[in-house]
C-alpha cells in the first residue's frame, strides 16, 4: 500500500468524520466540518499528483480514486437532504449516473477493460466538491463567525448558499451528461453479445 493510495483511501473515514461533524451543535464543529472537507479535496489532487511523480499510477489506484470521489460526495450530498440543504432528486439523479457509470466499470473489467475517469467525470467531481464547499461554509459562517465576531451574515450567506445550490446543479447537469458519455463510449464493450 503505498501512499497515493493510503491518501485515496483516507477519504472514506474522513467522510464519515464530516457527516458527524455536521450534525454537532457545539461551537466550531461546523468550521471543523468545512477545513477536514477541504483538506479531502486538496488530497484528491494530491493523491493523483504523487502517483504520477512517484511513477506510482495502478489500476487499484485508479478505481479507487474514482470510488472514493463517489463515497465522499454521495455521503455528504445524503446529510444535505437531511438537512434540507438540496432537494433529494439531484441526488438520486447523481447516485443513478454514479451506480450506472460504475456497473459499466465493473462489466468492461470483466473483459479486460479499464474504464479510468475521463476530462467529463473530472469536470463533474470538481464542480460537486466546490459546490459543497460552497454549502458547508454557510453553517461556518451562521454558526462559529456570527457567533464570535458577534454580526449578522444572513443576506451573505444566503448569496453563498445560493451560489453553492447553482453550482450543485451544474454538477448534476455535469453528472448525467458525462455519465450518458462514458455508456455512448463503452456501448460496445458492455453491451456485446459474448455468446458470439
Known amino acids: 500500500m503505498n501512499l497515493p493510495n493510503l491518501i485515496t483511501l483516507s477519504r472514506i473515514p474522513t467522510m464519515f468524520l464530516i457527516a458527524w461533524l455536521m450534525y454537532q451543535p457545539w461551537f466550531g464543529?461546523?468550521?471543523?466540518?468545512?477545513?477536514?472537507?477541504?483538506?479531502?479535496?486538496?488530497?484528491?489532487?494530491?493523491?493523483?499528483?504523487?502517483?504520477?511523480?512517484?511513477?506510482?499510477?495502478?489500476?487499484?489506484?485508479?478505481?479507487?480514486?474514482?470510488?472514493?470521489?463517489?463515497i465522499m460526495v454521495l455521503g455528504l450530498m445524503i446529510v444535505f437532504v437531511e438537512q434540507g440543504t438540496i432537494p433529494v432528486v439531484w441526488v438520486l439523479l447523481t447516485m443513478c449516473r454514479e451506480f450506472l457509470v460504475t456497473g459499466l466499470r465493473m462489466v468492461a473489467a470483466s473483459k479486460g477493460v479499464i474504464v479510468s475517469a475521463d476530462k467529463g467525470g473530472k469536470t463533474k467531481t470538481l464542480t460537486q466538491l466546490i459546490a459543497i464547499g460552497f454549502l458547508l461554509f454557510v453553517p461556518m459562517l451562521t454558526t462559529d463567525f456570527a457567533y464570535f465576531f458577534n454580526i449578522e451574515l444572513s443576506a451573505s450567506t444566503e448569496i453563498i448558499h445560493m451560489t453553492g445550490l447553482g453550482i450543485f446543479i451544474l454538477g448534476t447537469a455535469f453528472a448525467v451528461s458525462s455519465g450518458a458519455a462514458y455508456i455512448w463510449r463503452f456501448k460496445d464493450v458492455v453491451f456485446e453479445d459474448t455468446n458470439k
Not at 466540518?33 to 494530491?46: H, P, T
Request: positive net charge; proline residues 0%; glycine residues 8%.
Open 29 to 70: 464543529a461546523a468550521t471543523l466540518a468545512f477545513w477536514i472537507f477541504i483538506a479531502a479535496a486538496v488530497g484528491d489532487w494530491l493523491d493523483g499528483y504523487l502517483a504520477r511523480k512517484r511513477n506510482l499510477v495502478s489500476i487499484f489506484g485508479k478505481l479507487m480514486d474514482a470510488l472514493t470521489d463517489k
